[in-house]
């Protein structure tokens, strides 16, 4: 088919992305250039995670960043990063993040994009050196160009994505994402500052034997889950679960499994919030074969009423979802 892309692996980012628009003459590349801003923001916040465990010495020296900013938390910092690539990248009209209560406007007057952005998922991490996340959904606006944003532009469900991804900073890094032509992988090479095309046209297994959950909630969760992690047990599955939502999707998504946030006694609605963690994981998701749902709907579904919203969680390989949420 025409938007079949042939690039061998090894590849860097930017030609695959210049390839990627080819096979849309009539692609004007602005979201070609989102894209790579993003990418690029993801390669300043990278260096900035590396260098973490050096922050408070780097600090007793007065360390300041070129901007002249004191040095602040580190998700603080990506959002940051990531805003500004943004503004100044001139493609995205409003924004949504895990770290700002409202939308923030960008006043890009002929940009037609919004994105939602979780800058530094699974924070909690990065002072015990784990991996750590950054996921983002591209939409694109529904009022007119150079108008006010208006909350129909951002409160659109999942199936409006025009583009998502995920940058893991593991022990590669690594920046993943799709256009809603299959999920691509690439690996970030330091030395040469480039992302390379590792995993091409990623497909998640069908079945797996990998089970992720905060067991630790057990009892206060729903029966039916209850019962699922039973029957993960007695078929001698793994238990694996980092605590970093893009690390265990990630490693879910290669190997075949489950990562699973219920409804619990506290929060009923689950932690995860549908705009900037649920909706771009779920579309790659089902780019790669894959299925994600609340327990009860598709995700992609789910038409959001606030943009903090949380919705229980439920994603992997197809079958072990099916199962999970009483389906099969
Ligand atoms: P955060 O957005 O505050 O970082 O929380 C999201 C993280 C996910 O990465 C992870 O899967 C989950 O919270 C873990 O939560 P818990 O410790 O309750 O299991
Ligand atoms: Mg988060």
Avoid: W
Avoid at 105 to 128: C, E, F, M, T
């Amino acid at each position: 088919e025409k938007s079949r892309i042939a690039l061998p692996v090894g590849s860097n980012l930017d030609r695959f992305i210049m390839k990627n628009q080819e096979a849309f003459p009539y692609a004007s590349g602005e979201l070609s250039q989102l894209i790579r801003d993003l990418a690029y923001a993801g390669k300043v916040v990278n260096r900035e995670i590396n260098r973490a465990g050096l922050a408070d010495i780097t600090g007793a020296y007065g360390n300041e960043n070129v901007q002249g900013e004191e040095q602040q938390n580190l998700d603080v910092a990506a959002n940051i990063r990531f805003t500004r690539a943004l503004k100044k990248g001139g493609e995205v009209a409003a924004i949504i993040s895990e770290e700002d209560e409202e939308i923030i406007d960008l006043n890009n007057p002929r940009s037609k994009y919004i994105v939602a952005i979780d800058p530094l998922d699974g924070s909690s991490n990065i002072d015990v050196n784990v991996s750590i996340g950054t996921i983002f959904s591209v939409y694109r606006r529904i009022s007119p160009q150079g108008s006010p944003i208006q909350t129909e532009d951002v409160l659109q469900p999942g199936s409006a994505q025009v583009a998502a991804g995920y940058i893991l900073y593991g022990s590669s890094t690594m920046f993943v994402y799709t256009t809603g032509k299959g999920v691509n992988g690439f690996t970030y090479e330091p030395s040469l500052g480039e992302y390379i095309l590792s995993h091409q046209n990623m497909k998640m297994p069908k079945d797996g034997k990998v089970y992720s959950i905060n067991e630790g909630s057990y009892y206060s969760f729903e029966p039916h889950v209850r019962d699922y992690v039973e029957a993960c047990k007695k078929r001698g599955f793994s238990a694996r679960y980092i605590g970093s939502l893009v690390a265990d999707f990630h490693r879910n998504l290669l190997k075949g499994g489950i990562y699973i946030y219920p409804s619990t006694e506290k929060a009923p609605n689950g932690k995860l919030r549908l705009m900037y963690e649920c909706n771009a994981l779920a579309m790659i998701a089902e780019q790669a074969g894959g299925k994600a749902t609340d327990g009860k709907q598709r995700i992609l579904d789910i038409q959001p009423t606030d943009l903090h919203q949380r919705v229980p969680f439920y994603v992997g390989s197809t079958k072990m979802v099916k199962e999970a949420t009483e389906e099969a």
